[in-house]
T-cell receptor
Framework: DTAVSQTPKYLVTQMGNDKSIKCEQN?????MYWYKQDSKKFLKIMFS???????INETVPNRFSPKSPDKAHLNLHINSLELGDSAVYFC???????????????FGQGTRLTVV | KNQVEQSPQSLIILEGKNCTLQ??????????LRWYKQDTGRGPVSLTI?????NTKSNGRYTATLDADTKQSSLHITASQLSDSASYIC????????????FGKGTMLLVSP
């Protein structure tokens, strides 16, 4: 049983297209995240949702729009894809939005997006 | 600006040897420090979580240390195995209302037979 699953694992698309990445967690967590890992390998937070409510939006372009239909799902929709969007996108979840000592963050396997 | 810096950037060791990875951070206010292991093509997996009151914490062959005064941490891997080949990422959490994680760039470890 995969705790945090995201699909697809690989996504190759042309510039200007619109694409979505789906994420689901079966851990019963209240908080979900999207992270971007660029070519320099830094993981940077993009969005955080708590109980379907947006709580963090880290200056991400408007072309990126997260959608949380319920607290177990957080999908990422990207409009008008650009070359610079190529990266690995990770979904994660935690039971608490405050990353305190007893709060684990669980990550999905990642989606490698390549824009050509 | 919150930052986490790790060294070395990459490391190659022989199977069975020990190694130590370093992490320096400037995250404030500090809540806790985590070490993650990220296998190629996979998401990060937590190894240890430490708060300022803890100096050391072990998870099997992994031992993390924390010096909250100097804002330094280390991850020591004992008797390395081929499966230890991965990126090891130091992550620091802020103590705030909806705290975010600040990630280091990671140390790429290759264990050679």
């Amino acid at each position: 049983d995969t705790a945090v699953s995201q699909t697809p694992k690989y996504l190759v698309t042309q510039m200007g297209n619109d694409k979505s990445i789906k994420c689901e967690q079966n851990l019963g967590h209240d908080t979900m995240y999207w992270y971007k890992q660029d070519s320099k390998k830094f993981l940077k937070i993009m969005f955080s949702y708590n109980n379907k409510e947006l709580i963090i939006n880290e200056t991400v372009p408007n072309r990126f729009s997260p959608k949380s239909p319920d607290k177990a799902h957080l999908n990422l929709h990207i409009n008008s894809l650009e070359l610079g969007d190529s990266a690995v996108y990770f979904c994660a979840s935690s039971h608490d939005r405050r990353m305190r000592m007893n709060t684990e963050a669980f990550f999905g396997q990642g989606t490698r997006l390549t824009v050509v | 600006k919150n930052q986490v810096e790790q060294s070395p950037q990459s490391l190659i060791i022989l199977e069975g040897k020990n190694c130590t990875l370093q992490c320096n951070y400037t995250v404030s206010p500090f809540s806790n420090l985590r070490w993650y292991k990220q296998d190629t093509g996979r998401g990060p997996v937590s190894l240890t979580i430490m708060t300022f009151s803890e100096n050391t914490k072990s998870n099997g062959r992994y031992t993390a240390t924390l010096d909250a005064d100097t804002k330094q941490s280390s991850l020591h891997i004992t008797a390395s195995q081929l499966s230890d080949s991965a990126s090891y990422i130091c992550v620091v959490s802020e103590d705030s209302g909806y705290s975010t994680l600040t990630f280091g760039k990671g140390t790429m470890l290759l264990v050679s037979p």
